[in-house]
């Protein structure tokens, strides 16, 4: 019985192993040569801000192209360039988050940006981000 119980556990550390190993080297998602969804800035803040759910259904987890106006540049804590796009009101935008070292725009240009909706907190999330000419 003892024996039985051994394998058993031994066989669950070893799927638990073979799951981690598999979601550890699982290649991270790209942006690149994917098809993504237009929107402008203003209209998904309007969306995320009038039904929060249905704009999660919408484009949640989606490769977007957002379509605005930039309204601030930054960094965040891991160095990456951070660019918020202004949405349909003031204090409402869209957070675009990206990988590139340093992205060439300037506060008031107006930009396309393919990036995934990650959702929505004080303002849209977009990740893994890329300009687009």
Not at 59 to 79: F, R
Not at 89 to 115: L, M
């Amino acid at each position: 019985m003892n024996k039985n119980i051994s394998y058993l556990l031994l066989a669950l550390v070893l799927i638990t192993v073979a799951i981690a190993l598999y979601l550890w080297n699982k290649p991270h998602r790209s942006i690149d040569g994917r098809r993504t969804e237009h929107v402008t800035a203003a209209t998904i803040t309007q969306a995320f801000e009038d039904d929060e759910t249905a704009a999660n259904q919408k484009y949640l987890n989606k490769a977007l192209t957002v379509q605005g106006v930039v309204e601030e540049i930054s960094k965040n804590d891991a160095g990456q360039q951070v660019i918020f796009i202004k949405g349909h009101r003031d204090f409402s935008g869209v957070q675009c988050t990206f990988k590139a070292p340093e992205i060439e725009v300037g506060v008031g240009d107006t930009i396309n940006v393919s990036g995934f909706c990650n959702g929505y907190t004080v303002a849209v999330i977009l990740d893994d981000c890329k300009l687009l000419e």
